[in-house]
């Protein structure tokens, strides 16, 4: 971590070392949709909702090395409740 004065700056490093695999991310992605079984049809909802999050936010919100779980997960969930809600 830096120090500016009394702020503490934590840098990031986005090194190739850090980018979760395809295997990875299918592996997390699995894991969820069947914990909490979902129906088949959320797992191209939640990738719709990623990248409409991409796009609507240009690029501000997107995902890293730090919050792709957390970015996947919050779509999955979303795209479930509204499966749900129009059944």
Known sequence: ??????????????????????????NFYRFIFNKAQME??????????VERLLRETKGGVRPNVHNWKSVLFACMVMASKVWDDLR
């Open 1 to 26: 971590m830096e120090s500016i004065g009394a702020i503490e700056m934590m840098t990031i490093d986005d090194s190739e070392d850090n980018v979760p695999s395809l295997e990875e991310i299918s």
């Open 40 to 49: 088949n049809d959320i797992i191209i909802m939640s990738l719709i909702y």
